[in-house]
């Protein structure tokens, strides 16, 4: 049976440049604590497919985990933009909470 790392990457070297596909596959890095691949496709995201909403915050708890609260607030505060630019207000939401949290004036059960 193949694995769901190596469907995704055999479906991406379908369409290499399908930002859904590029997600999945780092989300699934993310859940085999690969942190540099991780990385990766979070910087190539941002980099190559700035209106994929879902990456912001994501990513942002990736840099927190890892912390990098400072980095981590930037790019919650992109992707607010970005929600907001593309009126996806339940994601602009969750990334305004995310900013709140990092600096502490939002409990994660609130």
Request: hydrophobic share 40%.
């Amino acid at each position: 049976m193949e694995s769901r790392l190596a469907q995704l990457q055999g479906f991406l070297a379908e369409s290499p440049s399908d930002p859904f596909l590029k997600y999945a596959l780092t989300m699934e890095y993310v859940k085999l604590n690969n942190a540099i691949e991780a990385r990766k496709g979070f910087e190539d995201l941002l980099l190559n497919h700035e209106d994929y909403v879902g990456t912001y915050y994501h990513f942002g708890k990736f840099l927190e985990a890892a912390g990098e609260k400072e980095r981590a607030l930037e790019v919650y505060e992109k992707g607010v933009s970005i929600a907001q630019s593309k009126r996806n207000f339940h994601a602009m939401g969750e990334l305004k909470n995310a900013i709140l949290m990092a600096n502490g004036l939002l409990d994660e059960d609130e």
